[in-house]
């Protein structure tokens, strides 16, 4: 999507490979909203170190960049020997994989490169086919979110105010995002809308990521602590509810997503506010039979006992436009501890719908996409 | 309740008055969990600005430091002429009372102080009543608390998993607190128990007070992302809540409280846990007929759009025992703003009992204590 640079406007993708270098290029997450910057990751193991770091996070993004990570790690095997090249792509993808063990997107994307590259004869051809195919899922990552917003924008009339959690915006896939998808939809449509942007403690990448992207795209939006959606639910100030998904379990239509949607959607539930999940196909988990198999990482203690920011006066609304100095504050008592469960599950039962690139589904239906798979 | 001051341990009140210097003396709760440190205050406007700024919050407390505020306004008056004298307690009364608008715990604290001063017939006699008032209030507040505990220690069982929303201990009261009191009551009695601490943004008073204080008293605690509640409540690893009030309206049995403690109620209705609001009897109001009648304060965007620490080492879970330097972060996009609801109200069916000095009522239940106020 757009980024404002100075005065002008310019198009980036969140994850892009350089051929010629063997490079994975990335936008660093970490420094958003206070600064843009792109990456380059030199081999496999920085990019999937940059996925454990959450220089890079999302599920469409970290499937494309694990895709680009498979490709990368492939291209530099030197020599014919297809067994010794098969080991060392088993070696690439595990590393890939253990990055983010949450995460189903990355699994997803690096089958799909391995199933190309079985079409080679020679290490060289497979290689070639491993590129085509990371390039292959990561533009249809875009075309699948372009298809999520078609669908999704149908739901958004002019007045709503839509809450959303996290961020599932373009900064989480390769572009245009799943639960942002619907809404640059409708503002390409000509709807005027609100959105509140969950802050979503602890890593805060509603207040960050989310807020950030709706400025640069130039929709309405105000952020809002974790805390208060309830209250604002039960005032009336709330019509629609759509959030993404790290995981939904096609068996059952249970939705892993970042810690606190599970809150969102028990409140939506008692005040009858429609709640959406977002997702492209790759996310949908075919094989689980429970949402209590889905591992939920337990992230650092410190993500909870404080918050990276930049150092400034609270009292001022809009800052100066060039970053200022990056800090982590502890902001709890200095002899407390932290639990930090990363993600949470929402049973099929309070979600409305499930807006894919193929339509929007009931999450029970989901088993209907199997066979498009 | 106990500090620990190097080696030793100390006792305190949140609030207390030194009669000699007509000063209120105030446990400067914007520096902990950093600092420990008393501030005083000279005058009656300051005592406001203090309830104002937040160096003191909580209902008990506040109630107190509004009564002292009182007395001291009042005992600053010089002359004998009562029509004056009258019209001066008068404004300090409307400055004391305009310092939290959503708060009945000051305006509850002030008419007894007021009532009490109707016994006296000279300015001096008044200006001595005042003063006798305000630290009966106090020591009351204190008897209270008291007896809450001893009547929510009988809900905590060896090995229960408790979580409280903000800060409803005694920094938040004279002493012992509300919410906290029947855990230190517990404790005293020998049970084992854990405490989930929510962080309650966007100020923090879980993170910072309520994990600060149960370390200062040694109980078992966690704190956790307002977001994390939820997930750990499915995963049944919480067996009771317990929280404070600000306002509980008597006729509906409806509990104004820090923004957030609606989520948990309605969490914890889903889930079966019992969902419990600590209470001295000073903080229900007679008469309100409908929550939808309590003006809900909103706060400064601020306090969404980053956050207050001592600049640290993300990964150091311990810190240095001396104060670091405190600063506020911009967590949020730069060009983004903030709603801040700073309470919200949580209905009686959701709520599962309300811990009164006078024992455990359901919350419609709360009209028979009409006749004991």
Redesign the interface.
């Known amino acids: 999507m757009n980024v404002r640079i100075g005065t002008r406007t310019q198009h980036f993708r969140t994850v892009t490979f350089n051929a010629a270098t063997n490079r994975v290029v990335l936008v660093e997450q970490r420094l958003l909203?206070?600064e843009f910057k792109l990456v380059e990751t030199r081999a496999y193991r920085e990019t999937a170190r940059a996925i454990t770091d959450m220089v890079v996070r999302g599920a469409g993004a970290i499937g494309a960049t694990a895709a680009y990570g498979l490709a990368q790690g492939a291209r530099v095997f030197r020599g014919r020997d297809q067994k010794k090249f098969t080991a060392h792509v088993a070696q690439v993808f595990r590393t890939l994989k253990d990055a983010r063990p949450t995460a189903v997107d990355p699994v997803n994307a690096m089958n799909k490169v391995l199933a190309a590259m079985g079409a080679g004869e020679t290490v060289e051809e497979q290689q070639a086919l491993a590129l085509a195919a990371a390039e292959e899922f990561a533009n249809e990552d875009v075309q699948h979110c372009e298809a999520i917003g078609r669908h999704g924008a149908k739901l958004i009339r002019n007045g709503m105010r839509v809450l959303t959690h996290c961020n599932a915006g373009w900064l989480a896939f390769v572009d245009i995002g799943s639960a942002t998808a619907p809404m640059y939809a409708a503002q390409a449509q000509g709807k005027k809308f609100h959105v509140?942007?969950d802050?979503?403690?602890?890593r805060?990448q509603g207040?960050?990521l989310t807020?950030?992207e709706?400025?640069q795209q130039g929709i309405s939006?105000?952020?809002?602590?974790?805390?208060?959606?309830?209250?604002?639910m039960?005032r009336g100030e709330i019509d629609l509810v759509i959030v993404g998904s790290d995981r939904t379990l096609g068996r059952t239509g249970e939705v892993s997503n970042?810690?606190?949607t599970?809150?969102k959607a028990?409140?939506a539930h008692?005040h009858g506010i429609p709640f959406y999940v977002a997702i492209p196909l790759s996310t949908i988990d075919w094989n689980l039979r429970s949402g209590r198999d889905i591992p939920?990482e337990e992230r650092?203690?410190?993500?909870?006992?404080?918050?990276?920011?930049?150092?400034?006066?609270?009292?001022?609304?809009?800052?100066?436009?060039k970053p200022?100095k990056r800090?982590?504050?502890?902001?709890?008592?200095?002899?407390?501890?932290?639990?930090?469960?990363g993600?949470?599950?929402t049973p099929p039962e309070l979600i409305t719908g499930v807006i894919t690139p193929k339509g929007i589904f009931r999450p029970r239906d989901l088993q209907k996409l199997a066979s498009a798979e």
């Open positions: 909203p206070h509140f942007c802050e979503t403690r602890p805060s207040a960050t807020a950030w709706l400025a939006h105000e952020v809002i602590a974790d805390n208060a959606a309830g209250f604002l039960s970042k810690i606190g599970y809150t028990v409140l008692r939920i650092d203690a410190g993500e909870v006992l404080g918050a990276w920011g930049v150092i400034s006066n609270p009292k001022s609304r809009i800052l100066n436009s200022g800090a982590y504050v502890r902001v709890a008592n200095p002899t407390s501890c932290a639990r930090n469960p993600f949470d599950v």
